[in-house]
């Protein structure tokens, strides 16, 4: 994947760019695939000691010479005019602090299978206009923003203690603005490896480090104002109802100590979770459709063994 990657950035249209490659470890096949990529604009570090995906996230940024800068992951690519439409989207707009675009999101061999952009005109956000719509819309992912380096820089980068730290673009988003160009430009695949899953298949509480980062952007946003406290009373709520459904799902696996805990959650955030319009739908996927499924599972097994009877 990080071959493909690599090359959708030697594809590109605007060819005043450099690539910088660290790998977080040390590893002779990365090594040697990117020694066998002849192209003088590319560098090639490693880490001796890990870092973690935010801490590599910042070695690459400070590492990085260009005016504007972009975290690739490995298992993403670019359209070919990705760099060249976000040039001149930050040419349009001097004083923002990022262009983000749209994309599609793909299977292991890039073929696209759904596209995640936001179909509408062009624009330029700041301020609560740009929170509303960050949050409203979550598509956030590096892939698809090109950061103005001094802006990110001055952000203070990436936050070490979160596992995947979107609260740093939200942040930039309302104090310096972005533009949102509605095109396809990017790829991100979805695989069994995929960052985020791996984080999910190690017990990562998602709920609680969304919850620190909510609070660490508003925390960021002064001075405070009723249009701002409204957002975040209502970020508050939709965390409360994921916690809610997260219950349910809990207590239809029997895993009650964390049905209990994601229930008081739930019910701190957001008094009202359990009256949501999508917290029946939740439990009836989790614990009706199961039991249907078991049902019909056992129906089918005898069939087939009176089919089998039959004959």
């Known amino acids: 994947m990080l071959v493909v990657a690599v090359k959708s950035v030697r594809q590109q249209s605007y060819d005043d760019w450099e690539l910088v490659v660290i790998h977080d470890g040390l590893n002779t096949a990365v090594r040697e695939a990117i020694a066998a990529i002849s192209d003088d604009r590319i560098r090639f570090f490693e880490n001796e000691n890990p870092l973690g995906v935010p801490g590599n996230w910042n070695r690459c940024i400070q590492e990085a010479r260009g005016e504007f800068v972009q975290i690739l992951p490995d298992d993403d690519a670019l359209c070919r005019r990705f760099l060249e439409t976000a040039v001149a989207g930050f040419q349009r707009y001097p004083e923002i602090g990022f262009v983000q675009t749209g994309g599609y999101n793909?299977?292991?061999?890039?073929?696209?299978?759904?596209?995640?952009?936001?179909?509408?005109p062009e624009f330029c956000k700041s301020g609560p206009d740009a929170l509303e719509w960050q949050f409203e819309?979550?598509?956030?992912?590096?892939?698809?923003?090109?950061?103005?380096?001094e802006a990110l820089i001055k952000s203070g980068?990436?936050?070490?203690?979160y596992h995947d730290d979107w609260a740093t673009i939200f942040k930039i988003a309302y104090k310096r603005g972005f533009c949102y160009i509605p095109r396809d430009l990017c790829g991100i695949r979805a695989h069994h490896e995929n960052y985020a899953k791996r984080l999910g298949r190690e017990g990562r509480d998602g709920i609680g480090d969304m919850l620190n980062q909510v609070q660490d952007i508003f925390g960021n946003c002064l001075p405070t104002s009723t249009r701002l406290l409204r957002l975040q009373q209502k970020c508050f709520a939709d965390l409360g109802n994921r916690s809610a459904k997260a219950s349910l799902k809990a207590l239809a696996t029997a895993s009650y100590g964390k049905a209990g805990y994601e229930s008081r959650r739930a019910l701190v955030l957001n008094p009202w979770a359990y009256l949501g319009c999508g917290i029946f739908s939740a439990w009836r996927k989790t614990v009706v459709s199961r039991r249907l499924a078991r049902i019909l599972r056992s129906g089918r097994r005898l069939v087939d063994r009176t089919i089998i009877d039959l004959d």
């Open 137 to 149: 819309t979550f598509r956030c992912m590096p892939a698809c923003i090109i950061f103005r380096r």
């Open 106 to 120: 793909c299977d292991e061999k890039l073929k696209p299978a759904l596209s995640f952009t936001v179909l509408g």
């Open 157 to 161: 980068l990436w936050r070490c203690d």
